[in-house]
């Protein structure tokens, strides 16, 4: 009789468990590539300070938290993907845009970047940049959309009471596992970030301008499928 109340305990515990890990393991290999997110992290802890990178990496997650929420409230009502992918593409790229032309300037003129200063001149806040960047990303709804769906067609994520909020914890404590190594990456591998301050700020502007060109494109053919139509 022991067993079976014991075996009844274990069997409610290891489905919020699963979702968790499954939750975690998601987000933090998610986050790991490189990407516009993760690199600025670490730009912002080597060029300005550790505390300053982790605001910008719990903005980051907050927004990715709520959008995570969202699809789980309306995949199934509707189509998120593509709308959002529509509104939210053109302001993104106008970010990446602006971050870009920002590196670069700031690799043509280096006695502007200095430590404790911000290395974007119109968003001081990391804070508010970290929101920016996060809510601006169309990434986030496909991703997401794409495990929530996988996730529940195995029937590892259902309306239950705690799974969803298992899974989204899981995914919290993955992103920022995931953004953890740009940031030490950044305070203690750029110890003197003066030296190598042209050589960072020209390759973010590469990867920002990279990225803009990439959503422009995909915008393109998403605008052209539907033309087709």
């Known amino acids: 009789m022991e067993e079976t109340e014991i075996q009844k305990e274990v069997n409610k515990v290891n489905p919020h468990l699963r979702?968790?890990?499954?939750?975690?393991?998601?987000?933090?290999?998610?986050?790991?590539?490189?990407?516009?997110?993760?690199?600025?992290?670490?730009?912002?802890?080597?060029?300005?300070?550790?505390s300053e990178a982790f605001e910008f990496s719990?903005?980051?997650?907050?927004?990715?938290?709520?959008?995570?929420?969202?699809t789980l409230l309306g995949a199934h009502s509707i189509n998120l993907n593509n709308k959002l992918f529509s509104y939210l593409t053109p302001p993104a790229i106008a970010l990446l845009i602006y971050l870009s032309v920002?590196?670069?300037?700031?690799?043509?003129?280096?006695?502007?970047?200095?430590?404790?200063?911000?290395?974007?001149?119109?968003?001081?806040?990391?804070?508010?940049?970290?929101?920016?960047?996060?809510?601006?990303?169309?990434?986030?709804?496909?991703?997401?959309?794409g495990w929530n769906s996988i996730l529940s067609n195995r029937k590892k994520l259902y309306r239950k009471s705690g799974i969803y909020s298992s899974y989204i914890t899981g995914i919290a404590i993955g992103s920022l596992a995931g953004l953890l190594p740009f940031i030490l990456a950044g305070k203690f591998l750029i110890t003197n970030y003066q030296e190598y301050s042209l050589i960072i700020s020209f390759a973010?502007?590469?990867l920002y301008l990279g990225f803009a060109l990439y959503l422009l494109f995909k915008l393109y053919k998403n605008y052209s499928g539907l033309a087709l139509r």
Do not use: C, Y
Not at 29 to 37: E, F, H, K, N, S
Not at 43 to 48: C, N
């Open 19 to 50: 979702i968790l890990f499954s939750g975690f393991l998601i987000s933090f290999l998610g986050t790991l590539p490189l990407g516009t997110l993760n690199t600025t992290a670490f730009q912002i802890s080597a060029s300005q300070n550790i």
């Open 58 to 70: 719990a903005a980051v997650i907050l927004v990715e938290l709520i959008i995570v929420r969202i």
């Open 102 to 145: 920002s590196n670069f300037m700031s690799a043509n003129d280096q006695q502007t970047i200095h430590t404790n200063s911000s290395i974007f001149p119109t968003i001081k806040s990391s804070f508010a940049l970290g929101l920016l960047m996060s809510l601006f990303n169309p990434m986030h709804v496909p991703f997401w959309m």
């Open 204 to 206: 973010m502007g590469i």
